[in-house]
């Protein structure tokens, strides 16, 4: 990419404002909008709200680490950046929609790059009947919660729950149980991204249960559906040295 047109966004971390104010001093930036690329500056949870705000957009996304974990991000490095941004690399990551059902009859809809989860709300475990393709699965899970990865998403809470690490390429899903009691040996399944998994709350009303989507959260569902939306897409840009492909093959091997 010759000269790209850049814009800059940035989380409210004092490290992230800093960064932005050295950087935008440094190079010639325009809207989002306008943008041939957008560099996010912040942590993974703030790489994931600049997916979703600019979704429609269709720009690629360069993130640089100026959080914590920072497994979305490459390396801060203000120099030389329209020379790097030149050499990136490209990965397009779809999301998961959820169609998430209420107790009152709203539904909501709502996105996710990394996953869709539903959780317990009260002390008692959650009872879910599980159904893929509409045909049941699991007739009920006695459990925390239960989840939908994206490979991309496979690191974050499906790896804490002690689902399976996903290589991007390869079209599949993480269902992820958490702190599953019945059936006790179910630890979860790997589907084909083609999949619509459909989640039924069973006792909602003794058992209430919430459900989330990366960062929107609904409270007192009775019924999710959950699907990858291939229409939508966001091309992820990475260093070639630090792509994520090679991020995602390393951690399954970390000890």
């Given at each position: 990419?010759?000269?790209?047109?850049?814009?800059?966004?940035?989380?409210?971390?004092?490290?992230?404002?800093?960064?932005?104010?050295?950087?935008?001093?440094?190079?010639?930036h325009v809207r989002p909008d306008e943008a041939d690329v957008i560099v996010a500056l912040g942590g993974d949870g703030f790489m994931l709200r600049t997916l979703h705000k600019y979704l429609h957009l269709k720009k690629p996304v360069f993130g640089m680490n100026r959080g914590s974990v920072g497994f979305l991000m490459n390396e801060y490095s203000a120099e030389n950046l329209p020379e790097r941004i030149a050499k990136m690399e490209g990965i397009e990551i779809h999301p998961l929609r959820?169609?998430?059902?209420?107790?009152n009859g709203k539904v909501h809809e709502a996105l996710?790059?990394?996953?869709?989860?539903?959780?317990?709300?009260?002390?008692?475990?959650?009872?879910?009947?599980?159904?893929v393709d509409g045909v049941e699965r699991l007739e009920e899970m006695v459990c925390d919660g239960v989840l939908?990865?994206?490979?991309?998403?496979?690191?974050?809470?499906?790896m804490s729950a002690y689902g399976p690490i996903l290589p991007l390429?390869?079209?599949?899903?993480?269902?992820?149980?958490?702190?599953?009691?019945?059936?006790?040996?179910?630890?979860?399944?790997?589907?084909?991204?083609?999949?619509?998994?459909?989640?039924?709350i069973l006792s909602e009303d003794k058992r209430p249960v919430g459900a989330s989507a990366d960062f929107n959260e609904f409270r007192d569902v009775v019924k999710v559906k959950v699907y990858e939306d291939r229409s939508l897409y966001s091309n992820v840009l990475y260093d070639p040295e630090h792509n994520l492909e090679e991020r995602i093959l390393r951690e399954q091997f970390q000890v």
């Open positions: 990419m010759a000269d790209p047109k850049i814009a800059f966004v940035a989380g409210k971390s004092d490290t992230a404002q800093d960064a932005m104010s050295r950087i935008c001093g440094m190079y010639d959820m169609e998430a059902v209420c107790k996710a790059f990394n996953e869709v989860s539903l959780f317990r709300e009260t002390g008692q475990a959650a009872h879910i009947r599980v159904c939908i990865s994206t490979p991309a998403g496979s690191t974050a809470y499906n390429g390869a079209g599949v899903l993480a269902l992820t149980a958490i702190s599953a009691y019945r059936p006790r040996r179910w630890r979860g399944a790997i589907l084909p991204h083609t999949a619509s998994v459909t989640f039924e």
